[in-house]
């Protein structure tokens, strides 16, 4: 499919940014494919929850919580997420508080359903001990609301972005690995030059790298990623992701240095809002940020501070595509554009369903980092001249393989 992308600042600037945020509407399945009448609830009857990692809780980088929504029509919806941290009371948090309240509720009211969930903070064993609640509250939130999204999805039929009205159904890939740092004082810079021109014939689009590492200086840092847009020409994507590990000045020092690489981004340069907001003035770089945020309004005051012009916000962490998709109708007022972070099992769906999808594509871990997204979905598909395409099936449309699941699964 052959799009032009808007610029939304510039077109806001005219008035028109609203009509803009509408022109795709959703499609759904056609009416004969539906397999409840309308109007017919869905029952939730049971949530099911368990780990998927090698028995150390990190697995391939780290755990993945598989949820599966039973429905009193035979319909199963199931999904999983991943996070870095906070995991040890997301499981209890949704088998002691969010199961209970969604049980006996019709999961075809999807919004009613997340909005049910938020009362479970003020529950008394939901306060937790020393540290706030929230943010495995959030992660909890965002696994059910995924795996009631497929379920959704499944009794109409329907893709997931296609229900969130479809723009796209393939996107660019983007090499995403926690390997891609400064490689050291002592690197070869003509093997590592080979080494991300691989990406390009592996049928990558682009490459996230991880700059600001002590003990590099963002002089450094720069020199490193000139060397990689030399080795992989003009045209491939290249986003530089500090993990908010600098101070404006080293950020600016950075930025300044690759103004005229073509950087697609620069990803949390430093810790606060307005900390980037002075690095977006100072080097005019797109400025991207939002995966550290977990609820609508951390999101929202991004925007606020005129810091971002991408939010890459985390369905995964932050309650979930529900969430995501609120976040992005903010930043379509806003100006800003969308795209995720991390979770490509269920970024390729919104991403799809938006305009920026296109632009950004979705961000993919290497086969060894990830044996799920690879190994667990029986019908995964391929990554082809640098396009990943969505598959064909209702929700998320995957089937997973249940020998891997069996292989990986921990009940706690």
């Known amino acids: 499919m052959t799009s032009t992308t808007v610029d939304r600042r510039t077109v806001l600037a005219g008035g028109a940014g609203l009509a803009l945020s509408l022109m795709h509407e959703p499609k759904l399945a056609e009416a004969s ?3 409840l009448a309308p109007g017919s609830p869905l029952k939730i009857e ?21 949820v599966r929504v039973y429905t009193d029509q035979g319909i199963v919806g199931e999904a999983y997420t991943f996070f870095w941290h ?15 309240t969604l049980i006996g509720m019709d ?10 969930c938020w009362p479970v903070l003020d529950m008394h064993f939901a306060r937790g001990v020393r540290n706030s609640i929230l943010p495995q509250f959030t992660r909890a939130l965002a696994a059910v609301d995924n795996a009631l999204w497929d379920t959704v999805g499944k009794a109409l039929e329907a893709p997931c972005y296609q229900m969130w009205g479809a723009y796209t159904d393939e996107l660019p890939v983007v090499s995403f690995d926690q390997r891609y740092r400064h490689p050291g004082v002592n690197y070869d810079p003509a093997k590592f030059a ?3 021109a691989e990406l390009v014939d592996m049928g990558y689009s682009g490459v996230k790298l991880k700059p600001g590492r002590p003990p590099f200086t963002p002089a450094e840092d720069a020199k490193w990623v000139r060397i990689v847009r030399d ?10 992701d500090a993990n908010l590990r600098w101070n404006v000045d080293d950020a600016i020092d950075f930025g300044r240095r690759v103004q005229d690489l073509d950087l697609r981004w620069l990803e949390e340069p430093c810790r606060t809002r307005r900390e980037m907001t002075r690095v977006r003035a100072a080097t005019g770089l797109p400025i991207c940020a939002g995966q550290s945020e977990i609820t609508i309004d951390g999101a929202h005051y991004l ?3 005129d810091a971002i012009d991408v939010c890459n916000y985390d369905p995964g962490y932050g309650c979930g595509p529900s969430a995501w998709r609120k976040v992005y109708g903010l930043a379509a007022s806003f100006g800003v554009e969308m795209s995720v972070h991390q979770q490509p099992q269920m970024a390729a769906h919104l991403m799809a369903a938006t305009p920026h999808g296109e632009k950004h594509g979705i961000e ?34 995957f089937i997973y393989d249940e020998k891997v699941i069996a292989k990986y699964r921990h009940n706690a």
Request: hydrophobic residues 40%.
């Open 33 to 35: 494919e539906i397999n």
């Open 46 to 66: 049971s949530i099911e929850t368990f780990w998927l990692h090698d028995g150390s809780k990190m697995g391939a980088a780290f755990p993945r919580l598989f």
């Open 86 to 100: 906070s995991w040890d009371q997301v499981m209890p948090l949704i088998n002691g508080a969010i199961a209970p």
């Open 107 to 116: 999961a075809m009211k999807i919004e009613g359903c997340w909005q049910a």
């Open 194 to 196: 080979d080494h991300m």
């Open 231 to 240: 080795a992989v020409g003009p045209d491939f994507m290249i986003q530089a």
């Open 303 to 305: 925007m606020v501070e």
């Open 364 to 397: 993919v871990y290497m086969r060894d980092a990830d044996p799920y997204f690879y190994e667990m979905i029986e019908n995964q598909t391929s990554i082809e001249n640098g396009k990943y395409r969505l598959p064909e099936g209702p929700g998320f449309g």
